[in-house]
């Protein structure tokens, strides 16, 4: 009994989760977009730290001289990268 519903449930777990789209949302500094629910998170003009519990990747090295605040977060904020 439990095996047979473990694979609807599963599916529908899969397709709520593709079906959430992505949303644009405008803050004071700029805007963040959040695709399949917060899986991956894209703030622009944002220089805030990550959290004391995130993977913080600094952009010092990637990016070029004039840091433009962007951070992108996946996995509802486990890691960050961060160019500022």
Do not use: R
Not at 16 to 21: N, R, V
Request: aromatic residues 10%.
């Amino acid at each position: 009994m439990k095996s047979k519903l473990l694979f609807p449930l599963a599916l529908c777990a899969i397709a709520a989760l593709l079906s959430s789209g992505c949303a644009t949302q405008p803050t004071h500094n700029g805007k963040i977009t959040k695709v399949l629910g917060g899986l991956v998170t894209v703030e622009t003009g944002d220089f805030s730290d990550p959290a004391q519990y995130a993977i913080g990747i600094d952009g010092k090295a990637f990016s070029s001289a004039t840091p433009s605040g962007t951070s992108v977060s996946t996995f509802w904020g486990l890691t960050k990268y961060t160019n500022y």
